[in-house]
């Protein structure tokens, strides 16, 4: 099975990180973009090094995926650590592992130290609990893989804490733009939901109070439904096993062909199946179907399950991402909850990795309540407004800053003139991020013209010098030109290629040091417009 080019870019960052010395990595793959593909590449390299690997997960159907796409896609077999199934004695070098049973010290015990070279965590945000802990501490010497489809955790613990480095991210912005997953419609339903009685537990809203919240709306919420998905294949989440039969049962009476699934359901197959084959058409759960379940037909997704866990959000909207023949689109219905606004996650989430920009789509989806909004569009017009705002806010920093006879660029300037959002709003996550730069990073730094001083910490020193590297292998403007025309006026510098810059340059410096006669630079675009900032 080929590998999609960032499949195959995540396989080489990964064992990339571990021949650094890196020995406990991160991998971020949006849902359906085939994380499961990619570890099952990497576990079989594994192999070929002579590793035997475990890979550990906390459901059964996540080990049944595991062991299906090793035998299809890399062709190998695995054993089963599991209930009553050992892998002990198997001559296997691969195999899939239960938490619930490897963690408990009857069956730990059975294994030597170094008996895996090598552990991948499947749903690796759930890595920091307890149970997880207990295994990776049995196995001190294993290269350890985390991967997940996102790397935030409920109850607001870093997994920079049990990981040292995030190898690879592929986002799902760009997993739309590049084709291999669904476009993205949000709309807002302008029905208000009341949260504001709702205890929190474990950084999130508590299951038990948001069922009797919800209780009241499920009628209007289904004739909502009944203008806006009637004709859908839609897969709603709810807070408890109880809410979900009677929203399933109220939507009966509205003309939908509705089931309901959960955990000790009988006949969960086949309600799965039947919903897979379109003889039902909506399918109610509580939160049973978040992670192990793909049915890519689902083209809108309904979350009554309000939670400020942006893991769990993402995986919720996931289970409607895939492509499908005949789907343009995931129609995604989002409720006027009332609660405190920026704790809950919306919509704006699964796509703006600023916040600032997070909170203006989603006042503007509520602006446009009951029109369908293109997810990627409103985070466009959304950053373009932020950038407005912050660009006032930065003139009036750059005219503090040209009086001061400083020869180096301030990395906020530097930032802010290639439109960096991912810079300006970085926060270290792992430990070797969060201490201060290195000489060797402060050293480059003021080589290549940036204030190292301002640098707070070595993750932020190392995306910099990352950024920079890049930039000048594509041509474009460096720190000192970018300085010294800013401070005469000129905008976004960081934008144009070093040619342009120098070109301009010179012709100042042939004019005395003095702007050219016919230059406005506040409004001046080189010549063949200004270029992408990397």
């Not at 990964?14 to 406990?24: N, S, T």
């Not at 508590?206 to 209007?220: E, N, V």
């Not at 989430?349 to 997810?375: K, S, W």
Request: net charge neutral; hydrophobic share 40%.
């Amino acid at each position: 099975m080929e590998l999609r080019p960032y499949q195959q870019a995540a396989r080489e960052a990964v064992e990339g990180e571990w021949k650094e010395g890196r020995r406990r990595t991160l991998l971020v793959l949006p849902t359906g973009c085939g994380k499961t593909i990619v570890f099952a590449n990497i576990a079989a390299d594994c192999v070929r090094q002579g590793d035997r690997v475990l890979i550990l997960a906390h459901r059964g159907e996540l080990l049944e995926q595991a062991a299906d796409k090793l035998r299809k896609a890399v062709k190998l077999g695995c054993a089963t650590e599991k209930a009553g199934e050992t892998c002990i004695g198997s001559w296997y070098r691969i195999v899939v592992g239960s938490v619930q049973t490897l963690m408990r010290e009857s069956r730990l015990g059975r294994f030597p130290p170094d008996y895996f070279g090598t552990i991948i965590i499947d749903e690796a945000h759930h890595a920091i609990s307890d149970s997880y802990q207990r295994i990776l501490e049995h196995f001190p010497g294993a290269r350890v893989l985390g991967v997940t489809a996102t790397p935030d955790r409920g109850d607001m613990k870093n997994l920079g804490q049990v990981f040292q480095s995030l190898a690879y991210e592929y986002t799902l912005p760009k997993a739309i733009k590049e084709g291999y997953l669904s476009p993205i419609r949000a709309m807002t339903i302008p029905l208000k939901l009341d949260l504001s009685g709702v205890a929190v537990q474990a950084g999130d809203f508590r299951a038990a109070d948001l069922g009797s919240a919800l209780d009241p709306y499920l009628h209007q919420i289904a004739d909502e439904m009944a203008k806006h998905c009637a004709d859908r294949r839609t897969v709603v989440f709810l807070p408890l096993v109880t809410t979900s039969k009677k929203f399933r049962d109220i939507l009966i009476t509205k003309g939908f062909r509705a089931a309901e699934v959960n955990g000790e359901s009988a006949d969960r197959a086949e309600t799965l199946a039947a919903f897979e084959r379109g003889e039902t058409n909506v399918l109610c759960n509580s939160m049973l179907l978040t992670e192990g379940w793909d049915c890519p037909a689902v083209d809108c997704i309904v979350v009554l399950r309000p939670t400020k866990v942006r893991a769990l959000y993402s995986q919720m909207v996931g289970r409607g991402t895939r492509l499908f023949p005949g789907k343009d689109h995931l129609l995604l219905l989002d409720f006027l909850w009332h609660t405190e606004r920026h704790e809950l996650c919306h919509p704006a989430n699964l796509i703006c990795e600023n916040e600032e920009v997070a909170q203006r789509v989603t006042a503007n989806l509520e602006e446009a309540a009951g029109n369908a909004v293109d997810l990627e569009e409103a985070e466009k017009a959304a950053s373009e407004e932020v950038v407005q705002q912050r660009e006032e806010a930065l003139a009036k920093k750059l005219s503090e800053m040209r009086k001061r006879k400083q020869r180096l660029v301030d990395p906020l300037q530097f930032e802010m003139s290639i439109q960096a959002e991912d810079l300006s709003g970085y926060v270290p996550a792992f430990g070797w991020e969060m201490g201060p730069p290195s000489g060797k990073q402060v050293q480059a730094l003021e080589k290549l013209g940036i204030l190292p001083d301002a640098v707070e910490n070595a993750g932020k020193a190392a995306k910099l010098l990352d950024r920079l590297d890049k930039r000048r292998a594509e041509g474009l403007t460096t720190p000192k030109q970018i300085r010294f025309l800013e401070n005469r006026g000129f905008r976004h510098v960081g934008t144009w290629q070093f040619a342009h810059a120098s070109k301009m340059i010179d012709r100042i410096a042939a004019n005395g040091w003095k702007l050219p006669r016919g230059v406005t630079p506040e409004s001046y675009v080189p010549e063949g417009g200004g270029d992408a900032a990397v």
